[in-house]
């Protein structure tokens, strides 16, 4: 009786009474799902429509809606965190809570929200900009989200049980190693971000396939959106950054679990090759979260400037560039480790020659806007106000990409206000822009655009309130990951601002939220498919994509191929109505959702290091594996007349 | 990619049965990109063996612990299943079902043997020689390199095997061709990756 | 999936396997070359490393060009172009942490 208590005091995380709040609401949240698939039957549809699904629209649906709830998480950390610092002395977190809070924050935005949210976008988008009717390979796709999703869960899963990692994101060795961090938050983290990653993996050669095999009859890469073309380079980005991670982690997880000595201080090992490792994937990942968002505000900006998008092949080899030089930088994240002057030079220079491209998109964005007839949407707002608050975060890069000056920024609140300043006003805008801007080809109906607008002016006038001033705390000298300070050092009014602009940053992202139900219940219907006045073939179909994408695969002739359909429509160029032809689908499966199940269980086995539960996970995962290798009858043709009936319907054949 | 004449469909007439249907084609070509990106994995382990090499830590070092003919008998053994496996390939372009399977079984069995020369290596290491993976960061660094890649070899072991049982069940077909295609450039890769064990880890652990 | 039976061409001849045999022929020859280069004659070390890990890349690339028929599919850039950057990746990966952990203050 004793040992089991003893055993359930450690196994639950417990002594503090925010904890225990978040336990009773996730076990009502809970019981409520439960009851209400029950109450209402949905058990099976849950299953066959979406948890075995293999439909791209579909998986990017599940993974924005996972990524908004992780965004919620990680908000409620950060305002956590400037509750505790909005003041001299504050109690409101101690040291070792706050240092749980600020690495889970970080994790959760950068994993499981920045890239799901962009996996979910470009899972909706890409396909139906190419003219395709799925991704090469679909089967592989669902594999991913559901990585991707349990990955997240078991990471989340340290917040009650076991207890949360505390080591930063990045997650430092030998302060991460089994000597200085006993307890499983660390196998939590090191666990949970694999096996996403290995999802990450796989999506980012899904989609390199997919856009270099599956394009549409006529669009030659140089005729590609430029969405799709950002996700082309990413997807480069993330199949030859993410290996260099997955083992990274690998070896940090044997050294806690078998005693070996690759980041230890005993025994010969290498706490900076940890640094090393980890930044090797840490830098390129900076640019799979940001490519993404440039294609996105290209799309945009020249969709409401109603403009050919300025400089398209300038655009393109810029990316490239971004994408070689990406990986030749990774060391400006630890100059101060001590590497000799001629290592420091070469990376400060490879720093800042990548600003040079990034450079040039800020001014082909700028000539798009020249002399355009702009429409102020809400995702046209997003889109404006990412070049300049972005501009601020990449040249204060470039302040910092000079080793000796880094000296004294490194480590600071000057630091920290540079990489969100990047993240919020590219990744974080970009990504709130694609919502809205596809938001009515996901679900059919658009968005408030008022309700968008408040909440884009109070998010973006309250993320500059944040972290402007933030620049000049670190220049005070406040350090970053320091959980308290002493009043009289004149940190505290400024402290206090900043805080205020976090609160404002989670009442926009609330009007969001509410815009969101508000729209679901209210909004306009999309009956044309391009609300927006499109100019790529993603406008094309209807809204939402029928299962098949397009009845007959398009043909193309030019970039922005949609707008030059419609140009010869305009000229009155009548379209012959071809016959339908029986469409070759995918089918459904549950192996992914079973077989990432698996990976959960083994994965939580080996958090706890119980090897009994480990190992059958594991074996479950590989009698998957096969399973899926025998199954040959993985298609089905939709006939004719359920292809007529559903165009009709979309008043789409007549 | 642009300037080319014929559509892809109808070069894929033209070509061997693996590339025949368009989900062969898209696979095969994913598989080469997976590979590319196994190439960095691999990379970054032997950039960490590497730095770790001299970090010996009093523990036994390259110099004490490898021998000459047990790693030739290793590598020998998976030059030559990398051969077979090529024949197999071969006897796959050339339609004969029973020529491809007889070549796949050789293969795995010489995997098989691969396996047992190593696990016999690592067990004589970490027990006999009293040096197991904990021991210093140079051996964490050697067992974890070569386990990665033993761990590989396993998993193309199973997987060589499942694709005999398909093959005798449904005999070569685009789709069973693309696999057997497939877990060939797999094997293929893994001899590519012993080679660079050999000259970076056994080699260089000689002549340092 | 269609399983369409051998409607593609066999694509090689009947013979004996030359290419096959040449290429496991060249492996096993350089890699006792190797071998004998490192055990058997003490050159200065560096010139050992260089003269085995050329040797290594010329094995690998016998591999991939006669075992694993790099230069096949409808569109050969796509492997050739994801090879190239891998290789770029895996030599940024092994030079730049050699020279980083090599070179601390």
Same mark, same amino acid.
């Given at each position: 009786m004793e040992n089991i208590k003893t055993f359930l005091s450690h196994f639950f995380v417990t002594g503090d009474p925010m904890i225990y709040g978040a336990d009773a609401s996730i076990a009502l949240v809970s019981v409520a799902i439960v009851f209400v698939l029950t109450y209402f039957k949905k058990w099976k549809w849950l299953w066959r429509e979406w948890l075995t699904t293999v439909d791209h629209k579909r998986i990017g649906i599940m993974y924005i809606i996972a990524a908004l709830l992780m965004l919620f998480r990680g908000g409620v950390d950060a305002l956590m965190m400037r509750t505790q610092l909005a003041?001299?002395?504050?109690?409101?977190?101690?040291s070792e809570h706050y240092n749980q809070v600020f690495t889970t924050h970080g994790t959760i935005m950068i994993i499981f929200v920045a890239m799901p949210f962009i996996f979910g976008l470009m899972n909706i988008a890409v396909p139906l900009q190419i003219g395709?009717?799925?991704?090469?390979f679909p089967f592989l796709n669902a594999v991913s989200f559901w990585l991707f999703f349990f990955g997240a869960m078991l990471f989340n899963l340290s917040f009650v049980i076991g207890g949360s990692p505390d080591a930063?994101? *990045?997650?430092?060795?030998p302060y991460a190693g089994a000597e200085l961090n006993p307890g499983v938050g660390q196998n939590y983290y090191l666990i949970g971000v694999q096996i996403s990653g290995i999802g990450s993996l796989a999506t980012g050669i899904n989609f390199l396939v997919t856009i270099a095999k599956m394009r549409?009859?006529?669009?030659?890469l140089f005729k590609m959106p430029l969405f799709t073309w950002s996700i082309l380079i990413t997807s480069i980005i993330v199949i030859f950054a993410f290996p260099a991670f997955t083992v990274a982690l690998a070896l940090m997880t044997i050294d806690r679990?078998?005693?070996?000595? /690759? /980041? $230890?201080?005993? *025994?010969?090992?290498?706490?900076?090759l940890w640094a090393n490792l980890f930044w090797f994937w840490g830098h390129p990942e900076v640019y799979i979260v940001l490519l993404p968002v440039f294609g996105i505000f290209s799309e945009v900006i020249a969709t409401f400037a109603h403009?050919?998008? /300025?400089g398209y092949v300038v655009m393109i080899w810029s990316m490239i560039a971004i994408s070689v030089l990406s990986f030749l930088t990774w060391l400006h994240h630890f100059f101060t480790m001590g590497n000799t002057a001629p290592v420091n030079a070469f990376f400060s220079l490879s720093t800042m020659l990548i600003a040079i491209p990034t450079g040039v998109k800020i001014f082909n964005w700028l000539f798009t806007l020249n002399k355009g007839r702009i429409e102020f949407t809400t995702p046209m707002l997003w889109a404006l106000a990412f070049i300049p608050n972005f501009t601020v975060g990449g040249v204060t890069g470039v302040m910092l990409a000079m080793a000796p000056a880094d000296y004294q920024y490194h480590n600071s609140d000057f630091l920290v206000a540079h990489f969100h300043s990047t993240l919020i006003a590219g990744t974080v805008f970009g990504v709130f822009c694609g919502l809205h801007y596809w938001w009515p080809k996901m679900f059919g109906y658009l968005l408030n655009e008022k309700l968008g607008k408040w909440s884009f002016w109070i998010f973006m006038i309250s993320y500059n309130i944040c972290f402007m001033p933030m620049y000049f705390l670190g220049l005070m000298g406040m350090t970053r990951r320091m959980y308290t300070y002493p009043a009289g050092l004149g940190w505290g009014p400024i402290n206090f601002i900043i805080t205020i602009g976090a609160f404002g940053m989670g009442l926009g992202f609330t009007i969001m939220a509410a815009n969101i139900i508000w729209s679901a219940i209210h909004g306009k219907r999309d009956? $044309?498919?391009?609300p927006w006045d499109?100019? $790529?073939?993603?406008?094309?179909? *209807? *809204?939402?994509?029928?299962?098949?994408?397009?009845a007959h695969i398009p043909v193309v002739s030019t970039r922005d191929a949609f707008e030059a359909m419609k140009e010869e429509e305009r000229k009155g160029v009548k379209r012959r109505q071809l016959p339908f032809e029986p469409i070759h689908m995918p089918n459904n499966s549950g192996i992914p959702f079973i077989m990432s199940a698996f990976f959960f269980v083994a994965g939580f086995g080996f958090v706890f290091e119980w090897y009994w539960m480990g190992i059958p996970g594991l074996i479950g995962i590989v009698i998957c594996l096969l399973a899926r290798s025998f199954v040959y009858n993985d298609h089905h043709h939709i006939p004719t007349d359920e292809i007529e009936r559903t165009e009709r319907a979309a008043g789409r054949f007549s | 990619m642009a300037a080319s004449t014929l559509t892809e469909s109808e070069k894929r007439k033209n070509m061997p049965l693996e590339y025949s249907t368009e989900e062969g084609d898209l696979r095969i070509v994913g598989f080469w990109i997976f590979l590319a990106a196994e190439l960095v994995l691999f990379s970054t382990l032997f950039a960490t063996y590497l730095v770790l090499q001299s970090h010996t830590a009093g523990a036994p070092t390259a110099k004490d612990l490898f021998k000459i003919n047990p790693v030739m008998a290793e590598t020998i053994v998976l030059l030559v299943s990398s051969f077979t496996c090529g024949l197999g390939t071969l006897e796959l372009r050339r339609h004969n079902t029973k020529g491809l399977i007889a070549w796949l079984v050789v293969t795995v069995i010489l995997g098989l043997a691969f396996i047992g020369l190593e696990a016999n290596e690592f067990y004589s290491y970490a027990v006999h020689e009293g040096a197991?993976?904990?021991?210093?960061a140079f051996l964490s660094g050697f067992f974890i390199l070569l386990g990665t890649h033993g761990a590989h070899v396993t998993l193309g072991i199973f997987w060589v095997t499942a694709i005999i049982i398909q093959l005798a069940q449904r005999g070569i077909t685009a789709v069973t061709a693309r696999k057997a295609f497939m877990v060939g450039l797999y094997w293929h890769f893994l001899d590519v990756v012993w080679i660079f064990i050999f000259t970076a880890v056994y080699l260089t652990g000689l002549v340092i | 999936m269609q399983e369409h039976k051998?409607?593609?061409?066999?694509?090689e001849p009947a013979g004996f396997p030359w290419k096959q045999v040449i290429g496991l022929i060249l492996s096993l020859a350089l890699t006792f070359l190797a071998l004998w280069i490192a055990v058997g004659l003490s050159l200065p070390v560096h010139v050992t490393l260089t003269l085995i890990v050329g040797l290594a890349v010329i094995q690998a690339l016998i591999q991939l060009f006669m075992f694993m028929?790099?230069?096949?599919?409808?569109?050969?850039s796509h492997q050739i172009l994801g090879l190239i950057f891998g290789i770029f990746v895996a030599f940024a990966m092994v030079a730049g942490t050699l020279w980083i952990m090599y070179f601390t203050l």
């Open positions: 003041l001299p002395n504050m109690h409101f977190l101690n395709a009717r799925d991704v090469a930063g994101w *990045s997650s430092y060795a549409a009859p006529g669009m030659t679990l078998f005693g070996a000595h /690759f /980041f $230890t201080i005993a *025994s010969g090992g290498s706490p900076m403009k050919a998008l /300025f009956t $044309t498919g391009d499109g100019r $790529t073939l993603e406008w094309s179909t *209807s *809204s939402p994509a029928p299962e098949y994408n397009f | 197991p993976l904990s021991s210093s | 051998n409607t593609a061409v066999e694509s028929h790099v230069l096949e599919g409808t569109d050969t």
